[in-house]
């Protein structure tokens, strides 16, 4: 079975700070992977994925994630924290067993940026 | 454009009561899921259905039934609640064949047991 991990489930940056989160994930076959955001009190939304193609993926907000097979990785990354980054990240593998699909979850990322 | 709607959105059970989560979707996809979320248990899903008339059970399945008698619907029922099933509750979909597009969520349901 497939896993996620996320290393860090709390990470503080200061606003204009480069913003780095983690994830390693275990798969047996090429992954789908995809990185989600929820912010305070909402769902969660899609913030960027890789399937197939460019490892280097960009996403919605400023965020890019970098798809690195040989150390089965995927971290998120953003240049700059602004304020509004401030929210739960949460990483996941998709994976299909007898035609059936579920996104396999790491157990999410707090970001906290101070001003 | 609603996407996925969850109702309600907050609810409050005494011990015992039971309740129903309605999870809609209007994007014609067969997947539909639910799932729980506590703080630093990150998401575990509870059932999930591949189509109309088909439901699965996730990883925490215990204590909940769910049915999926039309497409756009998937519905997520606590019998007798326990004051352990406090949780936000949210519901996903997602389309055939497409594992590369991931989910669309609901915006969750806080779901509070005394």
């Known amino acids: 079975a497939q896993s996620v991990t996320q290393l860090g489930s709390h990470v503080s940056v200061s606003e204009g700070a480069l913003v780095l989160l983690r994830c390693n994930y275990s798969?047996?076959?090429?992954?789908?992977l995809f990185w989600y955001v929820q912010y305070p009190n909402q769902g969660l939304q899609l913030l960027l994925k890789?399937?197939?193609?460019a490892t280097l993926v960009k996403g919605i907000n400023g965020f890019e994630a970098e798809f690195k097979k040989s150390e089965t990785s995927f971290h998120l990354t953003k240049p700059s924290a602004h304020m509004s980054d401030a929210a739960e990240y949460f990483c996941?593998?998709?994976?299909?067993?007898?035609?059936?699909?579920?996104?396999?979850w790491g157990l999410g990322t707090s970001l906290a940026v101070n001003p | 454009n609603a996407g996925v709607t969850q109702t309600p959105k907050f609810r409050v059970l005494k011990t015992g009561q039971s309740m129903t989560l309605l999870c809609a979707q209007d994007?014609?996809?067969?997947?539909m899921y639910w799932y729980r979320q506590d703080p630093g248990m990150g998401l575990r899903l509870i059932h999930y259905?591949?189509?109309?008339?088909?439901?699965a059970k996730g990883e925490v399945p215990d204590g909940y039934n769910v049915s999926r008698l039309k497409k756009q619907n998937f519905l997520l029922g606590l019998e007798s609640a326990a004051p352990s099933q406090t949780s936000v509750y949210f519901c996903?979909?997602?389309?055939?064949?497409?594992?590369?597009?991931?989910?669309?969520f609901g915006s969750g349901t806080r779901l509070t047991v005394v």
């Open positions: 996903a979909s997602g389309a055939l064949g497409q594992l590369s597009y991931g989910y669309t």
């Open positions: 994007m014609n996809h067969e997947y």
């Open positions: 259905s591949v189509g109309e008339g088909t439901t």
């Open positions: 798969s047996s076959v090429p992954p789908y």
């Open positions: 890789y399937t197939t193609g």
């Open positions: 996941a593998v998709s994976e299909e067993s007898l035609g059936n699909r579920k996104l396999i």
